[in-house]
């Protein structure tokens, strides 16, 4: 089997590094053919040169630069455009899951084309959790996709899934639901599994922001049920 794994990255200096060593050792434990893609999204910080230095210690290990921030979605669809291998995984680089799941994830591919994360406890703000829960609906009420937690990011797909689908269009947080509304809709299978969360330790969050929402929660939804309609 190989994989390919990516991290999208804004402003993620101090957890980059712990992020991808931690996903090198779990890997290498595992004796697979991988690759490791760091998406720095117009990072203001040193993410950007974080990721080159890793890059440099490692062949396995590619940066990839947007010049400006693009958003969640755009990154994400850097991420999936650029994997190589038949399998792709991806996770945030902020520490948040613990990375060592993956091994749940590799052992059910045989099952389905897509496996997809929900967190058995969700170590966010009560409002976020609030939005998150209403996100799931809208996506239940908007597209009927049924999904536990539809925005986690600790996602496990088949290169073959991304490249039927793709060209995918959102470029915030709506990403994610696009990818499974799209694959269901194309005939792909997915399955779900629980996951930790884990508190996030230093940086700060961007999908709070009420401008991200607007756009994540109302924009792109009704822009991709408008295409799909």
Same mark, same amino acid.
Do not use: C
């Given at each position: 089997m190989n994989l390919s794994?990516?991290?999208? @990255?804004?402003n993620e200096e101090a957890n980059l590094? /712990?992020?991808?060593?931690? @996903? =090198?050792?779990?890997l290498n434990e595992l004796n697979l053919e991988y690759e490791i893609i760091i998406v720095d999204d117009g990072s203001r910080d040193n993410t950007? $040169?974080?990721? $080159?230095?890793?890059?440099? =210690?490692d062949k396995r290990v590619r940066a990839i630069h947007h010049p400006q921030n693009r958003g969640y979605g755009g990154?994400?669809?850097s991420g999936l455009y650029a994997a190589r291998y038949d399998w792709i995984a991806f996770t945030d680089a902020d520490g948040q899951y613990n990375f060592s799941e993956i091994? #749940?994830?590799? #052992?059910?591919? +045989?099952? /389905? +084309? &897509?496996i997809i994360g929900y967190r058995k406890k969700r170590a966010d703000s009560p409002i976020r959790k609030i939005n998150a829960q209403l996100f799931n609906w809208e996506m239940f009420f908007l597209f009927g996709l049924k999904a536990k937690d539809v925005d986690c990011g600790f996602k496990l797909i088949k290169k073959k899934v991304v490249d039927t689908i793709k060209p995918l269009q959102s470029e915030g947080a709506m990403i994610e639901a696009e990818l499974l509304i799209r694959a269901k809709k194309a005939g792909f299978k997915f399955i779900q599994i629980p996951v930790t969360h884990l508190p996030r330790k230093v940086?700060? =969050?961007?999908?709070?922001? &009420?401008?991200?929402?607007?756009?994540? /929660?109302?924009? $792109?939804? &009704?822009k991709l049920w408008k295409t799909l309609r």
């Open positions: 794994v990516f991290f999208p @990255a804004y590094k /712990a992020t991808v060593n931690k @996903a =090198q050792r779990v950007g $040169e974080i990721a $080159e230095q890793l890059s440099k =210690q990154a994400i669809k091994t #749940n994830f590799l #052992n059910l591919t +045989d099952r /389905a +084309d &897509l940086g700060k =969050q961007t999908g709070a922001d &009420l401008k991200v929402i607007f756009k994540g /929660a109302v924009v $792109e939804p &009704l």
